[in-house]
């Protein structure tokens, strides 16, 4: 289920257009190489005028760029929506299971974007820049849910980065198996290297009636 805010009629249609494009070019940039495809063939496969294309996206790159956004907003909204007594490492499994939990669905789609993602070098860089800012959104997560600092206390920025490392070695390994490894079993599997540390905190003791 999604956790996103409802959006207006005007927003629903040009979140479509924009899903349409977005669909399209990983499509494409997937099966033949992102150097190898061009905006026209893009916008020609999407159905709609290079004019239209360049109102959503500033370069193909940016398609790319967006779609790794929209995967971080998603993991913060899932983490947000988890019960705040819930041990952490439970939670934010459940974060990071989202965006794997859509490669696992939509696996062969998913997994040649995957595989240009991280096999292209432009492409890599911007999945590192926004794992970063990722990162910086689930310490500030954490940091609320546990009633803390987050520039006071080193906990939540190493917890946000372990649940991503686990998130990106589940990613890494699932990609070089060609999708024969299963998402689930392998994100179980660093969950349950990263588990002891992600609850050794030290929660606030309830403020007294």
Do not use: N
Not at 90 to 99: D, E, N, Q
Not at 145 to 173: I, K, T
């Amino acid at each position: 289920m999604s956790t996103r805010p409802e959006l207006s009629l005007a927003q629903r249609k040009r979140q479509l257009v924009a899903d349409e494009l977005t669909e399209a070019a990983l499509q494409l940039l997937a099966l033949k190489g992102f150097d190898a495809v061009t905006v026209d063939e893009i916008v020609a496969t999407a159905g709609v005028s290079k004019r239209t294309f360049f109102r959503y996206f500033a370069s193909k790159e940016d398609v790319v760029v967006q779609f790794l956004a929209d995967m971080g907003t998603d993991v913060r909204a899932e983490l947000a929506s988890r019960p705040v007594p819930e041990p952490p490492s439970v939670a934010l499994r459940h974060a990071v299971w989202v965006p794997l939990a859509a490669c696992a669905d939509h696996s062969e789609r998913a997994l040649r974007v995957v595989q240009l993602i991280l096999r292209t070098p432009a492409l890599h860089a911007r999945f590192l820049e926004r794992q970063a800012q990722w990162r910086d959104d689930l310490a500030a997560e954490l940091a609320r849910r546990l009633d803390v600092d987050p520039e006071a206390e080193l906990y939540p920025r190493l917890a946000a980065g372990m649940a991503l490392s686990a998130f990106d070695a589940v990613l890494h390994r699932w990609s070089g198996s060609d999708g024969a490894e299963d998402p689930a079993a392998l994100t179980d599997r660093a969950f349950a290297v990263i588990a002891p540390a992600l609850d050794a905190v030290e929660r606030p003791a309830p403020a007294e009636g």
